[in-house]
């Protein structure tokens, strides 16, 4: 079989860059192993324009929320499937400092701040010091867009569900062949799978781990997302809600752990008056790097190999918008913006 293009993964990053090329024309195959545990199938799906302590924003937000905001759109039409939700974050200060940040940021004109007044929160929830809204905030539906994505490529004979092995892969001129496939390039966007992947694993990976319960809450309002440290996102099954995260640098394996569980459930006994069940507990690595930014483009040594990874943990804004860029790159030699180009670090992997 020759396609122009043979995709490994099929996670977020996997879904958006076979998105584009096809809809450019491009014949792809995309091999996938279906990992339940991949971190595409285990994120919250949030594209939040701000974060932390003090409230800044996140990079490139002003262009990669509205783009993301009308792709994910665009691609729920073409799949009949609701693709996005906006879900604020009520944002629950949990120190008087941050409250602080927060009022200053939004005196400073920050427009993705809010006051929002709903004395109902106190029904809800034991709250300290107080709530303010960031808005807009979209929610990848990646329970239903991943599944979806992965039925129309099989109905176009366009997915191989198997674990891709790196030894049967060869390198020709101007092609690759693996198994009965010849493909004008192989592009990797196997997650952290990466990180060990012999073309390259020299790249800056850092990866973490991150843990997440679903619960079942009846009563609590699905309106918006609930933050304070942990985040509350209402599910799409009837009151289920998806409570995460940590960000473990240090780990053994993938699985959930206790410790996370014991946590999580205390600091929600704290913060909220409803009772929950817990359901389930869920676990992945995040393909996240030192620089914080993607990974995006061609191997220096090898025209044939390219790799769409590196997306941390802000895959479901980044993926859309690099992956557009890097299909017209891959199609009309369009530039990849220099910060997401894996060009950055040609003389690491140029190194044998
Ligand atoms: C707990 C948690 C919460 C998160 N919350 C958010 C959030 O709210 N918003 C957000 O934007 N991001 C979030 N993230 C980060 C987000 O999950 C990642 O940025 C994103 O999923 C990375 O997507 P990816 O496609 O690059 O990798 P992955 O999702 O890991 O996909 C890689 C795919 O490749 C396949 N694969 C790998 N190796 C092989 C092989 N050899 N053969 C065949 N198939 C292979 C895997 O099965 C998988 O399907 C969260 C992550 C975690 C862990």
Same mark, same amino acid.
Request: charged share 20%.
């Given at each position: 079989?020759?396609?122009? @293009?043979?995709?490994?993964?099929?996670?977020?990053?996997?879904?958006?860059?076979?998105?584009?090329?096809?809809?450019?024309?491009?014949?792809?195959?995309?091999?996938?192993?279906?990992?339940?545990?991949?971190?595409?199938?285990?994120?919250?799906?949030?594209?939040?324009?701000?974060?932390?302590?003090?409230?800044?924003?996140?990079?490139?937000?002003?262009?990669?929320?509205?783009?993301?905001?009308?792709?994910?759109?665009?691609?729920?039409?073409?799949?009949?499937?609701?693709?996005?939700?906006?879900?604020?974050?009520?944002?629950?200060?949990?120190?008087?400092?941050?409250?602080?940040?927060?009022?200053?940021?939004?005196?400073?004109?920050?427009?993705?701040?809010?006051?929002?007044?709903?004395?109902?929160?106190?029904?809800?929830?034991?709250?300290?010091?107080?709530?303010?809204?960031?808005?807009?905030?979209?929610?990848?539906?990646?329970?239903?867009?991943?599944?979806?994505?992965?039925?129309?490529?099989?109905?176009?004979?366009?997915?191989?569900?198997?674990?891709?092995?790196?030894?049967?892969?060869?390198?020709?001129?101007?092609?690759?062949?693996?198994?009965?496939?010849?493909?004008?390039?192989?592009?990797?966007?196997?997650?952290?799978?990466?990180?060990?992947?012999?073309?390259?694993?020299?790249?800056?990976?850092?990866?973490?781990?991150?843990?997440?319960?679903?619960?079942?809450?009846?009563?609590?309002?699905?309106?918006?997302?609930?933050?304070?440290?942990?985040?509350?996102?209402?599910?799409?099954?009837?009151?289920?809600?998806?409570?995460?995260?940590?960000?473990?640098?240090?780990?053994?394996?993938?699985?959930?752990?206790?410790?996370?569980?014991?946590?999580?459930?205390?600091?929600?006994?704290?913060?909220?008056?409803?009772? @929950?069940?817990?359901?389930?507990?869920?676990?992945?690595?995040?393909?996240?790097?030192?620089?914080?930014?993607?990974?995006?483009?061609?191997?220096?040594?090898?025209?044939?190999?390219?790799? @769409?990874?590196?997306?941390?943990?802000?895959?479901?804004?980044?993926?859309?918008?690099?992956?557009?860029?890097?299909?017209?790159?891959?199609?009309?030699?369009?530039?990849?913006?220099?910060?997401?180009?894996?060009?950055?670090?040609?003389?690491?992997?140029?190194?044998?």
């Amino acid at each position: 079989m020759r396609v122009d @293009f043979l995709l490994i993964g099929q996670g977020i990053a996997g879904t958006w860059l076979s998105y584009y090329l096809s809809k450019k024309g491009a014949s792809i195959i995309v091999i996938d192993d279906a990992a339940q545990n991949a971190a595409s199938r285990v994120a919250a799906g949030i594209i939040n324009p701000v974060t932390g302590r003090r409230v800044v924003r996140t990079w490139m937000i002003e262009e990669l929320l509205p783009f993301a905001a009308s792709a994910y759109e665009q691609m729920g039409k073409e799949l009949g499937i609701t693709a996005l939700l906006q879900k604020d974050i009520i944002d629950f200060f949990s120190a008087p400092d941050i409250k602080l940040a927060f009022e200053k940021r939004l005196q400073e004109g920050e427009g993705y701040l809010k006051k929002w007044d709903s004395p109902l929160l106190n029904d809800f929830f034991h709250v300290d010091f107080g709530w303010g809204m960031i808005s807009p905030v979209y929610m990848a539906q990646l329970e239903d867009i991943l599944p979806a994505w992965r039925l129309h490529l099989t109905a176009n004979q366009q997915l191989a569900e198997e674990k891709f092995d790196p030894a049967q892969l060869f390198l020709h001129d101007g092609h690759i062949s693996y198994r009965d496939i010849i493909a004008q390039k192989i592009i990797f966007c196997d997650g952290v799978a990466a990180a060990n992947n012999p073309w390259f694993s020299k790249l800056p990976f850092a990866l973490h781990k991150g843990e997440a319960l679903i619960l079942e809450i009846p009563d609590l309002p699905r309106e918006n997302i609930y933050k304070k440290g942990l985040t509350l996102v209402p599910l799409k099954e009837k009151n289920y809600f998806w409570l995460g995260s940590n960000y473990l640098w240090e780990y053994k394996n993938d699985l959930p752990t206790e410790k996370f569980q014991n946590e999580a459930r205390q600091k929600l006994n704290y913060w909220l008056k409803l009772p @929950f069940r817990i359901m389930d507990h869920k676990a992945a690595l995040r393909p996240a790097n030192v620089e914080r930014r993607p990974f995006v483009g061609i191997h220096p040594l090898h025209p044939s190999i390219g790799i @769409f990874n590196g997306m941390g943990t802000k895959g479901c804004s980044l993926a859309p918008y690099f992956a557009k860029q890097f299909a017209e790159f891959l199609l009309s030699g369009e530039a990849i913006l220099p910060e997401a180009d894996i060009n950055r670090f040609q003389k690491i992997l140029s190194r044998t």
